[in-house]
């Protein structure tokens, strides 16, 4: 792309992002919109656009981040403040000037809200707009050549003036619209938030914002209801509703809380309603104190009560997701639910630092959680592990020596990274069938993994342990041998976790991070408690398969179709500047998030276009396992946003926050694996299906070959498409 297209296209998008991040938004249709609306004052529209362009240019000047530039965060406070000193002032040099130079206070202004509320994770909305709006206000009725305008005084007049006979008309007719006064003034609340204080602009904004987010939409009526009906019972004045600055706090208040920046849900409904009383408190207190200086509220309580309600949430101990912050913002109320939630289920253990078992192959548990035999009480969250042959017996022969139990002087490995924290390693292996009551926990090792988690095995052989205490282990590391020291009537190995560093600390309720587990079929189970009799064993990656999903962050991904409706093409690989990793296609700009541990790997998130191979290839490897075994069964969930919009998602969209019934599911299998002289052959089996209500919908079938340590090609079969991405040598 050349210079002057880059530039422009870098222009396009801050300008529509400054419009639409009013409304907490990127959708660049929506700004389409917010930018023909401000218009409808074209000396206004003119203000506001100088304004924001002007702020931009200083930002990029003065070297700022390119992402915030882009994103429109510092146009908006900015853009705001150029339409009310528009629509303030008769346009001239005087008036233009006095914008340049407010544009530039705004950004100075708004780096300082930025700096001093982002110690505290607080965003700082449009604090910087009100500010540089009151000083710019104050100190133009120093200025003698500045003409107060005469859009608010005489508005016929001015409509005429700037739209001829016609706009009047308009005008006239949705002025005489026999609506109820309660949608009309809804309406007009909504065009107020762009200094528009008429039916048409507000009608305008409410299908944009419909179209941007039906919960934004929906959200935006219950918070205007709830002020509508306090009013009401409180025996406010409607008028006051009815125009002015106070109806749209309440609407701006509703959508910030109640789907930005936290999880859109009942609870968040709830509290959209519970904080109505508070905004008008503010907007009525701070209009007396303002009117002394006869200045307007303009948006200071929908600041005011979004900054205390989500400063308030960080000092929860309970009832975090009562509402649920948003963790990633995606700018959509719908893509912060759907994304969020999906996350919250599948990563749901992020927290915690994963633990492995502590053994090489597969072993039994004796013993599990609240056992029947010393699992009791604050110990009651351990393991006790064994070796079984098929028929389910630990030992062969007669069982009279400890030699004769598989698992006697088997290897025992570090769960996790860490230091080794404690060692017991003098006392004797018993006889089968003895125990030692004196030294109850026998040979031991106690390793630090953090501050506050622990890792304990015990009834280790004598003279097996390998490691010195204050030395370093590295997960699968072997530290011991299995043994049948302390009470120990038979040779086992005892796991527990714990959060002291002391050998007969009490126990953690703490799962194992991923594992196999040998039942009929094999199922991999994710951050799970293995439970008694179950047969167990820690996930060895396939080479094939973890090189062929190897993704390297600078690295080009060639391919080619056989469909014509798809030409050949490039991905990229990338990460962004918070090290998430991403596949970008070339020609579309569509984003495929992805992560991988090592032994599985998954892809995150999508954004883009859904008309191009990469979004498929997003479908068709959502999780796939790095590891092999015969009949091997994945299953996950999709969020919903990861189809496209339809009459179905629209009615989704609506009830979300309340109810899902709409679950796009996923299932992959590897389905067969040879050996040839380049390595293994591996195909991959993935299906993704549309259940609505508990019935199937739409599915879509792919198959991956991996051949050559590398993804070869992935077949797509649907209704709509039939066709295989072929990889080329990369």
Known sequence: MSDPANLLNKVYTSTLNSYT???????????????????????????GLLSLLTANAFAWGLGLNRQSILSGFYGFNPLLTGLGLGLS?????????????????????????????????????????????????LAARNYSTMIPGESGIYTMNTIYERGGPFIVRIYEWFGDVSWPLFIKTYFKSLGAIFFQYHLFAGLLIAAGLLFYSRIAFLLSVTGFASAWGFYLLIGANMNELNYGFIGFNHILTAIAIGGFFMIASGWSFLWVILVTPIISMITAGFAELLGIFQLPVYSLPFNLMVLLFLYAMKFREKMLRK????????????????IGQNSGERFRNKSYLPVSLPFFGVWTVNQGHNGEFTHQEEWRHAWDFVITDEAGKEFSGDGTKVSDYYCFEKPVTAPADGWVEEIADSIEDNPPGEINLGRNWGNTIVIRHSEWLYSKLSHLKKGSIKVKQGS??????????????????????????QSTPYIGSATLDYPVSQYLSYQNPVKLKLYEIPLKNEQVSNLAPEPALVKAFQFVPGQNIEYGCDNETFPDGTWKVNADLYKNQFIEDSSTGAKAYYSTDGSMFFFTHYEGSRNCLLYFFYLSAFKVP???????????????????????????DIVAPFYLFVKPGYKMTITEMKKDLAGNRFQIGSSCKLTVAGLNFAACHFSLTIAENRLQSVSINSDKINTTIKFKNN
């Open 323 to 338: 509402p649920e912050p948003v963790a990633v913002q995606h700018y959509s109320p719908e893509l912060n639910l759907y």
């Open 626 to 652: 790095l590891v092999y075994h015969k009949d091997l069964t994945i299953r996950d969930t999709f969020p919903p946003s990861s189809f496209g919009v339809s009459w179905l998602r629209i009615i989704q």
């Open 89 to 137: 002032f008769q346009p001239g040099p005087e008036l233009y000037l006095l914008l340049v130079a407010t544009a530039l206070a705004a950004l100075f202004i708004t780096l300082a809200f930025e700096g001093f509320l982002s110690k505290y994770a607080l965003p700082y909305l449009t604090l910087p707009f009100l500010l540089s709006l009151w000083i710019a206000t």
């Open 21 to 47: 991040m009013v409304f907490f938004s990127k959708n660049p249709w929506f700004g389409l919109v917010l930018l023909m609306v401000s218009f409808f004052d074209v000396y206004a529209g003119a203000a």
């Open 472 to 497: 370093y282990v590295y997960k699968g590391q072997m530290i011991a041998s299995c043994g049948n020291s302390g009470r120990s009537p038979f040779p086992h190995l005892h796991f527990q976790l």
